[in-house]
């Protein structure tokens, strides 16, 4: 069973200030995806970024990216220039691809993140 | 843009009680899941179906089940609610493994509170 672990259960950033959120997880699978989510107050769940684990550039998506480490495991969420619409929940997900049924997400237990003045 | 819907936003159900939790999605996805939500503790998947009529469990099954008539409709049914079933339940859908990058579209969560 693959294992997620976030170890930041609350971080606090200053506007404009960039920020880092941590994220390993543990698989045997070769082949697999990695995502952060954003779920604000709205509770509506965001897709932030996605991660394919065969590419080896990391995923960037306007002024979020990600710093994939395939051997060690870790897949970290960096925030530039932080704004306040940024304050939420973040979640680490991981899904290993099946064939013949769903592919799920495994996710880990989150980090909230708030951005002040 | 996709939509998944719950039916209820907040529900308040006494112990014993059978509950229905809905979710309908409005893209044709093969896929479907439900999810709680506790605090510390992330998300957990309860249950999921790749398609019509089927249904597999996921890591806390007990005490829930699921039915799917048509594709579009999941349904989470709590057989005699209890409090430790109290918890954020999230909805979500995505088309069959190999399209659109994997990606899950979440419905906005039903927040059950059983007394």
């Known amino acids: 069973a693959q294992t997620v672990t976030q170890s930041q259960p609350e971080m606090s950033v200053q506007e404009a200030e960039t920020v880092t959120l941590s994220c390993t997880y543990d698989t045997s699978e070769s082949n697999y995806y990695l995502f952060w989510y954003k779920q604000p107050p709205s509770r509506q769940m965001i897709l932030v970024i996605r991660q394919e684990a065969y590419k080896q550039q990391n995923a960037t998506e306007n002024r979020f990216s990600v710093n994939f480490q395939k051997a060690a495991k870790s897949f970290s969420l960096k925030i530039s220039d932080s704004q306040l619409g940024d304050t939420a929940m973040y979640f680490c997900a991981f899904m290993k691809l099946s064939t013949g049924t769903a592919s799920k997400l495994t996710f880990g237990t989150g980090t909230r993140l708030q951005v002040t003045l | 843009d996709v939509k998944v819907t719950q039916s209820s936003r907040y529900l308040v159900k006494r112990t014993g009680e059978k509950v229905f939790l809905e979710c309908v999605q409005d893209m044709d996805h093969e896929n479907m899941f439900w999810y709680r939500q506790d605090p510390g503790l992330g998300l957990r998947l309860i249950y999921f179906?790749?398609?019509?009529?089927?249904?597999e469990k996921g890591d806390i099954p007990e005490g829930y089940s699921v039915s799917r008539e048509k594709k579009e409709r999941f349904s989470l049914i709590l057989e005699s609610a209890s409090t430790n079933q109290t918890s954020m339940y999230l909805c979500?859908?995505?088309?069959?493994?190999?399209?659109?990058?994997?990606?899950?579209?979440f419905g906005s969560g039903t927040q059950l509170s059983v007394l």
């Open positions: 979500a859908s995505s088309p069959r493994t190999g399209k659109l990058g994997e990606k899950l579209f």
């Open positions: 179906s790749y398609d019509v009529k089927m249904k």
